[in-house]
């Protein structure tokens, strides 16, 4: 029996996948901070060339894939299906578990499905330098790969907690020739000032999403995010159109699709071309988004109109929201430590598309070893909540004798994240749930 569903080439996906027009409600607009008025879409120019801004606020369902990018996703796409039948055993399931490896790209993530179409529309505008955060470093050192492909410079503020914990993240980024900050830094406004209210910040990516976008201001310089924005979850519907053609070889519909979100685009990468199939009536999976217990913007974040960044330089977006000054433990999952969901996301789980849940790290680390003693993959922190959730329902498959069909993403490798599993091998990794009193007091300062 197959345990690997591969594509060939031929079948890389010719489109991205735009899921707001197949909605039963619009999503809510992002608004004009200073006017509280819907956003005009010219007002993005500043920070995006017009190509992502048409893709931001399209409703076109599918979206062509320029030739220039498909020749570069070349490189690690198509990615394999995985029929983890190993995991499945060591649980004594009769679930089968699938499970989409992102991990193969050139960065070790899923993010350069994004980070490769920013690069090349910017390039083809003429822009000469790139400005990012990030927050564990798999979009920094994306973004610095697909700049590299497009001969661009640049620039990446790094939280300064991930920076701290993942040096070879940084050594990555370098290599693709990026400059790296830790976040905050002295090098922007935004960060010289938080500084100096805190000289021993650990950093959000609020506080680095601030200084990117003002850095960006600059002659020739765009900036480019990793989540959140329509756009980026359009770039990662590759994931889930892949994913399809896969579990149709393979002669499976799921049940349930699972995935981890922090900004939210790798679980929309997964599950939105699903939902599309859900929506025509195809097929009828669940879906469940796992976050961390210490940011856990889904399950106890107020859906409001709120800024992406810190400084509150962005435009609001209605949001699942902690609160954009909010500084979230400084957990090994620095890619899900944001204080806000991808505002697309939001609005699915206001009309009831998903139900997400909060764990803690220790047990999310747990699903991480028995994934890599069984299947022989060490995953990133942030897919672990993804593999946690997973483990829980094959065990309750396990006790109710259901031979559900479960999907997952591993979206990306956690190589470069092994002093994490040490601390958690060696009983020093602590779970971070994040006090209710922290939350209240972000929550009060929303606009």
């Given at each position: 029996?197959?345990?690997?569903?591969?594509?060939?080439?031929?079948?890389?996906?010719?489109?991205?996948?735009?899921?707001?027009?197949?909605?039963?409600?619009?999503?809510?607009?992002?608004?004009?901070?200073?006017?509280?008025?819907?956003?005009?879409?010219?007002?993005?120019?500043?920070?995006?060339?017009?190509?992502?801004?048409?893709?931001?606020?399209?409703?076109?369902?599918?979206?062509?894939?320029?030739?220039?990018?498909?020749?570069?996703?070349?490189?690690?796409?198509?990615?394999?299906?995985?029929?983890?039948?190993?995991?499945?055993?060591?649980?004594?399931?009769?679930?089968?578990?699938?499970?989409?490896?992102?991990?193969?790209?050139p960065s070790g993530s899923h993010k350069p499905n994004t980070a490769v179409p920013q690069a090349y529309y910017n390039a083809r505008l003429g822009v000469r330098r790139l400005t990012t955060?990030?927050?564990?470093?798999?979009?920094?050192?994306?973004?610095?790969?697909?700049?590299?492909?497009?001969?661009?410079?640049?620039?990446?503020?790094?939280?300064?907690?991930?920076?701290?914990?993942?040096?070879?993240?940084?050594s990555m980024m370098e290599l693709f020739g990026a400059t790296v900050h830790p976040s905050p830094s002295p090098a922007t406004r935004a960060g010289a000032a938080v500084l100096a209210a805190?000289?021993?910040?650990?950093?959000?990516?609020?506080?680095?999403?601030?200084?990117?976008?003002?850095?960006?201001?600059?002659?020739?310089?765009?900036?480019?995010?990793?989540?959140?924005?329509?756009?980026?979850?359009?770039?990662?519907?590759?994931?889930?159109?892949?994913?399809?053609?896969?579990?149709?070889?393979?002669?499976?519909?799921?049940?349930?699709?699972?995935?981890?979100?922090?900004?939210?685009?790798?679980?929309?990468?997964?599950?939105?071309?699903?939902?599309?199939?859900?929506?025509?009536?195809?097929?009828?999976?669940?879906?469940?988004?796992?976050?961390?217990?210490?940011?856990?913007?889904?399950?106890?974040?107020?859906?409001?109109?709120?800024?992406?960044?810190?400084?509150?330089?962005?435009?609001?977006?209605?949001?699942?929201?902690?609160?954009?000054?909010?500084?979230?433990?400084?957990?090994?999952?620095?890619?899900?430590?944001?204080?806000?969901?991808?505002?697309?996301?939001?609005?699915?789980?206001?009309?009831?598309?998903?139900?997400?849940?909060?764990?803690?790290?220790?047990?999310?680390?747990?699903?991480?070893?028995?994934?890599?003693?069984?299947?022989?993959?060490?995953?990133?922190?942030?897919?672990?909540?993804?593999?946690?959730?997973?483990?829980?329902?094959a065990r309750r498959c396990a006790e109710t004798g259901e031979p559900k069909v479960i999907l997952t993403a591993l979206c990306g490798h956690g190589h470069l994240d092994l002093a994490a599993?040490?601390?958690?091998?060696?009983?020093?990794?602590?779970?971070?749930?994040?006090?209710?009193?922290?939350?209240?007091?972000?929550?009060?300062?929303?606009?």
């Open positions: 029996m197959a345990n690997r569903f591969p594509l060939d080439a031929s079948r890389l996906p010719r489109r991205w996948y735009n899921v707001v027009p197949d909605l039963p409600a619009p999503p809510p607009p992002p608004l004009d901070p200073a006017t509280r008025a819907p956003l005009d879409p010219a007002a993005l120019e500043p920070l995006f060339p017009p190509d992502l801004i048409t893709q931001e606020t399209s409703t076109d369902r599918y979206v062509d894939i320029p030739e220039a990018v498909r020749e570069i996703y070349r490189l690690w796409r198509p990615t394999p299906l995985l029929r983890a039948r190993r995991l499945e055993r060591a649980l004594g399931t009769p679930a089968r578990i699938y499970v989409k490896y992102e991990g193969g790209s955060e990030t927050g564990a470093g798999q979009w920094g050192s994306a973004l610095a790969f697909a700049a590299a492909q497009f001969d661009l410079a640049c620039e990446v503020w790094m939280v300064r907690s991930s920076y701290d914990q993942k040096p070879y993240r940084r805190d000289p021993s910040s650990p950093g959000s990516l609020g506080i680095a999403i601030s200084e990117a976008v003002e850095a960006a201001a600059a002659p020739g310089t765009r900036y480019a995010v990793g989540s959140v924005l329509n756009h980026v979850l359009l770039h990662q519907t590759v994931i889930g159109e892949e994913a399809l053609e896969q579990l149709t070889m393979a002669g499976e519909t799921p049940d349930l699709v699972v995935g981890c979100t922090g900004g939210g685009s790798n679980f929309a990468g997964l599950a939105l071309p699903f939902l599309r199939e859900k929506m025509a009536g195809t097929m009828s999976p669940a879906f469940l988004a796992a976050e961390p217990a210490a940011c856990p913007s889904l399950t106890r974040g107020r859906y409001a109109y709120d800024h992406g960044d810190a400084a509150g330089l962005t435009p609001l977006f209605k949001m699942h929201t902690l609160g954009r000054g909010l500084v979230p433990d400084p957990i090994h999952a620095g890619g899900l430590r944001y204080h806000g969901m991808a505002p697309l996301l939001s609005h699915l789980y206001e009309l009831g598309l998903f139900t997400a849940v909060a764990l803690p790290q220790r047990a999310c680390f747990d699903a991480g070893v028995l994934f890599a003693r069984t299947e022989g993959i060490v995953p990133a922190p942030e897919p672990t909540h993804a593999l946690a959730a997973t483990v829980t329902e599993y040490d601390a958690h091998l060696s009983g020093r990794l602590q779970d971070r749930p994040l006090p209710e009193p922290d939350l209240r007091a972000a929550l009060s300062h929303l606009p």
